[in-house]
Every structure is written in structure tokens, then in C-alpha cells.
């Protein structure tokens, strides 16, 4: 669960654009709405994801709402992980 | 299975049969298809039947299984003969091929999937709108639920292939979220006008789509209600940039051929031009300016082949460079060429042509530059340390 947590931090960490380099974001920030990510971030995202833990995001079954912040989408993946 | 030693060669094999098949199919043909306006049906049929419509998909979906690099090296290929032609690849493939392949149902991808590859279909991707380009979040083209159903309503402009698709993906918006439907051209309600008196693309089947009151089953939903950005239409366009990035590469190169060739058999002053100090830099900066073009995109493939999150990013650098220099060394071979530059007996006039819109399409070159700037603001800060 750490692990899944920490490594989902430290990649959405290393991708926000942030002019004020002490901008924080706490696990339950959407990133997408306070507008710390850009464009192709969320395919990127999407790619990390699949490729780190060996999911399958595509398809239907990506609900927005699971990805736009650091809590949604380890909760995401700890899902697809155990199905 | 395959052994890895049997898959480059299948690979190498099907690279060697684009090369053969642009070269004695498709060039010949492509000043005619431009000044005609259109694509030949026949050339359309036969790309469907050697696989390179959906080259790029799995060959359980009726694509060739081609990992990128030999994908963008067909591209290029096919590119260098006829632009219009590398663009049907970019919209069957990339742009609709791959977005079914990643948010399609089972269902959807079966259904057209093997449409394009196997019954003569084309699709066509209908994002952008004559109020609406670069902001395309901004889309007006609505939708609404009606019981199991849903109405659109919008107009849609500069849809390649649209004049002559079969299905449309369309994005439409509802309470500020977006969705991709996709639309068959003979649901009532779907209107399609060819545009003429275009720059470039003209052998692109480029079109206007209004669509009133079409009626779109809930089946025919790409993707969640709301996922059209950034994750549809987001791989629709970073699939297309790695299409649109070897198409730079393929101008240029096709562009740098016919300048060599020229600069070696015109003769002025007694002297071939190609013997020209000035003739000479304009083809160096060429070489120099094709082979780092090139290396991006194949950094970007393999890259792309890794599913490195990097290679986003890498496609649009790599698109927005082979974009740049395409247009700067198709300029330099009509210099070289003259007067005979400017005259569509020679390729050069189309390459010319043709070049300017790689950076339009798949985002402008100033939403790509704030994209890499972005990127390089973030990847290249160091925090400066105390005093
Ligand atoms: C040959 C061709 C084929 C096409 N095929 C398709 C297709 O198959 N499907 C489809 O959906 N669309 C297609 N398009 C449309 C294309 O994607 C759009 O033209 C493109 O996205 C730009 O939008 P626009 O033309 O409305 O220009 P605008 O967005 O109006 O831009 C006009 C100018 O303003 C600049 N600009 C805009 N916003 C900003 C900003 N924020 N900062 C700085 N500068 C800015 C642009 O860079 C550009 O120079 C095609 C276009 C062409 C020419």
C-alpha cells in the first residue's frame, strides 16, 4: 500500500508545473482542478500506471473521477490489483 | 510463437514491400491525385489490402503488429511519395484506429476495427470547428440523452477524409464535459459538404460535417461520459503527432532528394549549381536538419515501444521539430530549384505546399512550444541553493 502510494507521489511530484517551486500538494488534491499538471498529463499518467503495475487502464473502465489525485489513484490501482 | 529473430523479419519484409509499393504505386500517382483533388479509390483499397491502414494494430484487429520505429519508418515511406496518402495512415491508424484500440469496447473494436481493415471503410476524426481549433476544449458541438439514445447537434470543419468516411469520431460536449460518439455518415440528420480551394490536403477528401439531431445509440460511446479530455482526444493526438512527425521527416527527405538531384544536373555560369558554395549550405543545413529530425522520432519510438510516460513528450518534440524543419528545407528546394520551383511539373511546388500544414495539424507550433516549455520549465529547474 506504501509502496503503491509512494511511487504514485514521487511520479505526480516530478510532473507538476508549479512557477512557485514551494507549491505543496497533499494526497487528496485534485491536481487536474487547482491546474498543477498539464495537457499530456494524464495520458502520461495513464502509461506510467499501466506500465509500473501491469494494469490495464484502457477500455471502459476509466472513470475520471479515480484519477486526479494521489488518494484516487492508489485506491485505483490497489483495486485493479486485487481483481 | 514467433521467435523475436522471425518478428524483425517479418517487420524488415513489410518495410522493404512500402518502400516497393510507394515507389511504384503511389508517387507516380500523387501530383495527379493533387491536382484531381482526391485520393484514387483504388490506391485507398489496395493500402487497405497491404495492412497499412491500421499498420500500427495488433493483426487480431486486422493491423500488421508493427512496433513504432517500423511504423513511423512506413509512414515515412509513404510519406515521402504523397503526403495525402501518409495522411489517410495518420487519420485510419492513429487517429481512430489507436483511439478505438485504447478506449473502444471489445465490441467497437471488432466491429470497426475490421471495417477499415477488411470491408473498405474509412473513419475520421471530427474534432475541430469553425469557431473552435486550438481551444478545443471549447468545443460547441452538443450532445444530450434521449432514453437509451443520445442527440448531437454542431457543426464540425477540416475533418481529413471526411468527404468520403464512413464514420466520424466526434467530440461533443455536454455542461462542460466532453465525450466521443461515433457517428455512421448515413444516420439521418448527418451532412457533409467537401472543402475546395485548400493550400495543402487537397487530395485529403478534407470536409464540413453538421450534424442535427443525429440520433447516436448509447453503444456508440468511445470512452466514459466525460472523457474525451485530456483522455481520448489526448491519445487520439499524441498518436497522431508521432504520425504527423515522420510526415515532416518524409517531406523533408523527399524534399532533399529532389534538391540534390537538381542542384546536380542544372547547369549555370558552365558550372553544375551543385558546385555553389551558397547551393551547398542550403543542402548541408538539410542533411543536418533531416537526420536530427529523424533520431527525435526514432527516440520517440523506441521510447513509445517502452510505454515510457517520456514519450509523450518526446513525440511533440519530435513533431514540432520535423514540422519546423520540413517546412524549412521544402523552402530551400524550390530556391535551388528557381523558377522551376514554383511550377508543379517539379514535386518540390507540392512538397512546399504540403509542408506548411504539419504545423497546423495535430496542434500549432505555438501550443506545441508552450507544451515543450512547460515541459522544460519542470524537467530543468534546479531549486538554487542558499547563498
Ligand atoms: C489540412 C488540414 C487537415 C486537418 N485535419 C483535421 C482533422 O482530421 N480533424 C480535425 O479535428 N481537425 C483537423 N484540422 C484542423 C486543425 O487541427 C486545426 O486547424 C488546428 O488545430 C488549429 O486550429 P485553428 O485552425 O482553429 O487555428 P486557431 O486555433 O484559431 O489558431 C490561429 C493562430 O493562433 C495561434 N494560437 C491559438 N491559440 C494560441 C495560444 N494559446 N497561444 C499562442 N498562439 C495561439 C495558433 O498557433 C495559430 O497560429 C486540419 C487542418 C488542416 C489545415
Excluded at chain 1, 510532473?15 to 494524464?42: C, I, M, Q, Y
Excluded at chain 1, 509500473?52 to 485506491?75: M, P, Y
Excluded at chain 2, 444530450?144 to 448531437?152: N, V
Aim: hydrophobic share 40%; net charge negative; with cysteine.
Amino acid at each position: 500500500m506504501h509502496d503503491i502510494a509512494d511511487t504514485i507521489r514521487q511520479f505526480v511530484h516530478s510532473h507538476l508545473v508549479a512557477f512557485d517551486a514551494d507549491t505543496k500538494l497533499a494526497d487528496d488534491d485534485n491536481f487536474f482542478e487547482l491546474g498543477l499538471v498539464d495537457s499530456p498529463f494524464a495520458i502520461q499518467l495513464v502509461a506510467f500506471l499501466e506500465e509500473r503495475f501491469q494494469i490495464r487502464v484502457g477500455d471502459q473502465e476509466l472513470d475520471v473521477a479515480n484519477f486526479n489525485s494521489i488518494n484516487r489513484i492508489t485506491s485505483y490501482v490497489q483495486s485493479k490489483r486485487t481483481q | 510463437m514467433t521467435s523475436p529473430d522471425d518478428e524483425r523479419s517479418r517487420h524488415q519484409h513489410i518495410l522493404e514491400e512500402a518502400r516497393r509499393f510507394a515507389h511504384e504505386e503511389v508517387r507516380p500517382r500523387a501530383r495527379d491525385f493533387d491536382e484531381r483533388g482526391e485520393l484514387a479509390r483504388d490506391l485507398i483499397a489496395k493500402m487497405a489490402t497491404q495492412g497499412f491502414l491500421l499498420a500500427r494494430l495488433p493483426q487480431q484487429y486486422g493491423g500488421l503488429g508493427l512496433d513504432p520505429v517500423t511504423y513511423g519508418l512506413v509512414t515515412e515511406e509513404i510519406g515521402k511519395a504523397c503526403c495525402s496518402s501518409r495522411a489517410l495512415m495518420t487519420v485510419e491508424c492513429s487517429l481512430v484506429g489507436e483511439t478505438l484500440l485504447a478506449w473502444g469496447t471489445e465490441d467497437q473494436k471488432r466491429r470497426w476495427l475490421q471495417a477499415i481493415a477488411k470491408e473498405g471503410k474509412l473513419g475520421a476524426f471530427a474534432l475541430t470547428e469553425p469557431e473552435i481549433g486550438s481551444d478545443a476544449r471549447g468545443v460547441k458541438t452538443t450532445f444530450e440523452a434521449r432514453g437509451d439514445d443520445y442527440i448531437l447537434n454542431g457543426r464540425k470543419k477540416w475533418t481529413s477524409f471526411g468527404a468520403i468516411a464512413d464514420f466520424f469520431l466526434v467530440v461533443a460536449m455536454k455542461d462542460s464535459s466532453a465525450t466521443v460518439f461515433l457517428v455512421e455518415r448515413d444516420q439521418p440528420g448527418v451532412r457533409v459538404t467537401p472543402m475546395k480551394g485548400l493550400l495543402a490536403g487537397r487530395a485529403a477528401h478534407l470536409a464540413e460535417i453538421e450534424l442535427e439531431n443525429v440520433c447516436v445509440p448509447k453503444d456508440r460511446m468511445v470512452g466514459k461520459p466525460g472523457s474525451a479530455f485530456p483522455y481520448v482526444v489526448g491519445t487520439a493526438l499524441d498518436h497522431g503527432r508521432y504520425s504527423v512527425a515522420w510526415g515532416g521527416v518524409a517531406i523533408a527527405q523527399a524534399s532533399l532528394e529532389a534538391m540534390v538531384t537538381y542542384a546536380r544536373t542544372r547547369t549555370q555560369f558552365g558550372q553544375k549549381i551543385a558546385e555553389f558554395q551558397l547551393v551547398q549550405g542550403m543542402i548541408g543545413e538539410a542533411v543536418a536538419k533531416i537526420h536530427a529530425a529523424r533520431a527525435l522520432c526514432l527516440r520517440a519510438g523506441e521510447l513509445r515501444q517502452r510505454r515510457d510516460p517520456d514519450a509523450i513528450m518526446e513525440t511533440t518534440i519530435a513533431k514540432h521539430f520535423s514540422a519546423q524543419i520540413a517546412m524549412e528545407v521544402a523552402t530551400d528546394a524550390v530556391q535551388v530549384h528557381g523558377g522551376n520551383g514554383c511550377s508543379s511539373s517539379y514535386p518540390v511546388e507540392r512538397l512546399f505546399r504540403e509542408a506548411k500544414v504539419l504545423n497546423i495539424i495535430e496542434g500549432t507550433a505555438q501550443i506545441q512550444q508552450q507544451m515543450i516549455a512547460k515541459y522544460g520549465l519542470r524537467k530543468y529547474y534546479h531549486r538554487p541553493s542558499p547563498e
